[in-house]
């Protein structure tokens, strides 16, 4: 059974700084894409970053490129996020994600999702 949960939120400042992570359980991690994905009240899930089970291949949204990192301890099982200049825009609950397919922004393809964890920034 896959677990995925995730961990690092909290509340910080316009401009801070925050690292997520995302302890992964029940498969081959370095067989399987990871994404990071966030959901602001009242709107949509949105994609935010995925990176390739090796590691070596990543894809972000344009509206956190120069800002966030995602990468993987395949090691540990771990996602990490990792979010500097934070801005109030960013208040999300943070998603983690798994997929058997291709790296890819699209929501329908992974198919196992952690519970979330809260990131709110203050102006």
């Known amino acids: 059974q896959v677990q995925l949960v995730e961990s690092g939120g909290g509340l910080v400042q316009a401009g801070g700084s925050l690292r997520l992570s995302c302890a992964a359980s029940?498969?081959?991690?370095?067989?399987?894409?990871m994404g990071w994905f966030r959901q602001a009240p009242g709107k949509e899930r949105e994609f935010v970053a995925a990176?390739?089970?090796?590691?070596?291949?990543?894809r972000y949204a344009d509206s956190v490129k120069g800002r966030f990192t995602i990468s993987k301890d395949n090691a540990k099982n771990t996602l990490y996020l990792q979010m500097n200049n934070l801005k109030p825009e960013d208040t999300s609950v943070f998603y983690c994600?798994?997929?058997?397919?291709?790296?890819?922004?699209?929501?329908?393809?992974?198919?196992?999702w952690g519970q979330g964890t809260q990131v709110t920034v203050s102006s």
């Open positions: 994600a798994q997929s058997g397919l291709g790296i890819s922004p699209i929501k329908s393809r992974y198919d196992y």
């Open positions: 029940g498969r081959t991690f370095n067989m399987y894409v």
């Open positions: 990176i390739s089970g090796s590691g070596g291949i990543t």
